[in-house]
């Protein structure tokens, strides 16, 4: 008797991934055979990038804000069974203080990653020169994006080196929570080495 093997991938709903063997017989038909402690599981990369260079009460609050997406989102798919991590760039020392203390306050030190490297001359430059440009035109947006062009450089540098298997979506697809994210990835890994963690969402204070 003749037969042979065919590997499918059956979506299971809850962002898993069944694998199984057919075993294909040319006597008796097809069965299947299910094949136990071989499935994967999609792990959502969800990556902020913070502009801000300055530090005052109104970066402040927005550095909370962009933190509490981040934590939020986070949180909310991991609570649907799904696995998640975060990723928070920042450009200042003080910036990455800040997000460390708001990581402890609301209880997400195990799901956010923070990203800081000092920046570069060539960056402290471009900042220098956006804010000259700036103070010209009456426009601080322009410090803003180019300081989002370096942290999202940050991020994706330090994103290629933690999740080498990540594969970036697509801006124009639906992203989590109609926020759009400096990077939204997808990784597929072996469920047996993924050690989940389901927190509770943050709490506001």
Same mark, same amino acid.
């Given at each position: 008797?003749?037969?042979? @093997?065919?590997?499918?991938?059956?979506?299971?709903? @809850?962002?898993?991934?069944?694998?199984?063997?057919?075993?294909?017989?040319?006597?008796?038909?097809?069965?299947?055979?299910?094949?136990?402690?071989?499935?994967?599981?999609?792990?959502?990369?969800?990556?902020?990038?913070?502009?801000?260079?300055?530090?005052?009460?109104?970066?402040?609050?927005?550095?909370?804000?962009?933190?509490?997406?981040?934590?939020?989102?986070?949180?909310?798919?991991?609570?649907?069974?799904?696995?998640?991590?975060?990723?928070?760039?920042?450009?200042?020392?003080?910036?990455?203080?800040?997000?460390?203390?708001?990581?402890?306050?609301?209880?997400?030190?195990?799901?956010?990653?923070?990203?800081?490297?000092?920046?570069?001359?060539?960056?402290? @430059?471009?900042?220098?020169?956006?804010?000259?440009?700036?103070?010209?035109?009456?426009?601080?947006?322009?410090?803003?994006?180019?300081?989002?062009?370096?942290?999202?450089?940050?991020?994706?540098?330090?994103?290629?080196?933690?999740?080498?298997?990540?594969?970036?979506?697509?801006?124009?697809?639906?992203?989590?929570?109609?926020?759009?994210?400096?990077?939204?990835?997808?990784?597929?890994?072996?469920?047996?080495?993924?050690?989940?963690?389901?927190?509770?969402?943050?709490?506001?204070?």
């Amino acid at each position: 008797m003749q037969s042979s @093997t065919v590997v499918v991938l059956t979506p299971l709903g @809850t962002g898993s991934v069944e694998l199984r063997e057919r075993v294909v017989s040319t006597e008796s038909g097809e069965t299947w055979r299910p094949e136990t402690g071989r499935k994967s599981i999609k792990r959502h990369v969800l990556g902020v990038a913070f502009p801000y260079a300055e530090i005052g009460a109104f970066h402040e609050q927005h550095l909370e804000r962009y933190f509490l997406q981040l934590a939020y989102a986070a949180c909310r798919l991991s609570s649907s069974g799904e696995s998640v991590r975060g990723y928070f760039a920042v450009l200042r020392q003080e910036t990455r203080d800040a997000v460390r203390r708001l990581r402890v306050r609301y209880e997400v030190v195990d799901s956010i990653y923070i990203v800081f490297t000092s920046l570069l001359v060539s960056d402290m @430059t471009r900042l220098a020169d956006a804010a000259e440009v700036a103070e010209s035109e009456g426009d601080q947006s322009i410090v803003t994006s180019v300081g989002r062009d370096i942290a999202t450089d940050a991020l994706r540098r330090e994103i290629a080196l933690q999740e080498p298997e990540v594969v970036e979506r697509s801006s124009i697809e639906p992203m989590p929570f109609g926020v759009r994210w400096d990077f939204w990835g997808v990784v597929y890994q072996d469920e047996t080495a993924q050690s989940e963690e389901h927190g509770l969402c943050p709490r506001l204070l």
